[in-house]
């Protein structure tokens, strides 16, 4: 006998990362776009992943959802190493554990459908998989405060509610883990700020692990912990408002912008040590040297 689907939230899932290396293959030198990403995510946290574009940000969402494989390195999301799954495998995980919110909220919905009939949508693939019993999609829509929009066909709406619907059915299938590509994406400030606080309800309603890609320090600032992606490398990182250094798996440290503009390149840092703490400063060379 087995048990019954339960229909109560899953909560989050962590997240860790060792040593990720990803390439892009071309004629040529290939695209290196990630450069040995160590990153630890606890569950249940809100992470920006903040950085300009092409710095490897999207590439590292991708490889959380399983959508690609990394070059070398491990990514376990929970107790689950991605490298290790097969094609089946990995399509169970994306329809129950992961949800990978596109950039463009019509990519991930069906226009010409109601918010309710998109959400019921996004949960048949968890449902093919029958691991737990899924809410009513008005119900669900209802818990996240978006239940004058059951009804309401996509098209008909403002792009800003449209991507709350898209957020909307992205966890409607209950997953552990929410990746969001740039959702406050050409939004104005009243869009984005629905968009934020729907994301702070959804962690806080049902528990999930959201890690989101932005451009928006005002929006990466808007959550607890930040990250910045520099040149394929985990850079500075800054919780409740704190910057970070962080040092990674190979010795490498890399210094938050507003410390990193105070040095030009090729600079000499003198780094010494004073009981507890530790001095930085440049090297001044005199006039003759």
Do not use: C
Not at 111 to 120: F, G, I, L, R, S
Request: aromatic letters at 4%; a negative charge; charged letters at 20%.
């Amino acid at each position: 006998m087995t048990d019954a689907p339960t229909t109560e939230a899953p909560g989050g899932v962590d997240v860790h990362l060792r040593g990720v290396i990803h390439l892009y293959e071309q004629e040529g030198p290939d695209i290196v776009a990630l450069r040995g990403v160590d990153l630890d995510i606890e569950a249940g946290e809100m992470v920006a992943l903040l950085g300009p574009s092409g710095m490897g940000k999207s590439t590292l969402l991708q490889l959380l959802a399983g959508m690609m494989r990394p070059s070398t390195g491990e990514i376990h999301v929970g107790q689950v190493d991605l490298g290790k799954l097969g094609g089946p495998d990995l399509q169970k995980l994306r329809a129950t554990e992961v949800s990978y919110l596109l950039q463009d909220a019509t990519e991930n919905l069906l226009p010409y459908a109601t918010a309710a009939q998109n959400v019921w949508f996004a949960q048949q693939g968890s449902r093919r998989h029958a691991s737990r019993a899924l809410p009513d999609p008005r119900e669900h829509l209802s818990v996240l405060g978006l239940e004058h929009f059951s009804d309401r066909r996509v098209a008909e709406l403002p792009r800003g509610m449209q991507q709350q619907v898209a957020l909307a059915a992205a966890v409607g299938n209950s997953p552990r883990l929410l990746l969001a590509d740039e959702p406050t994406k050409q939004l104005d400030s009243a869009a984005t700020s629905a968009v934020v606080a729907l994301l702070r309800t959804i962690n806080e309603r049902f528990g999930t692990t959201v890690v989101l890609v932005t451009h928006d320090p005002a929006v990466a600032g808007s959550l607890a912990r930040t990250i910045t992606i520099r040149d394929g490398r985990v850079g500075a990182e800054g919780r409740l408002g704190t910057q970070y250094a962080v040092v990674d798996g190979s010795g490498s440290i890399q210094l938050p912008p507003e410390i990193l503009e105070l040095f030009p390149p090729q600079t000499r840092l003198i780094v010494q040590r004073h009981g507890d703490g530790i001095e930085l400063r440049p090297e001044h060379l005199g006039p003759d040297e």
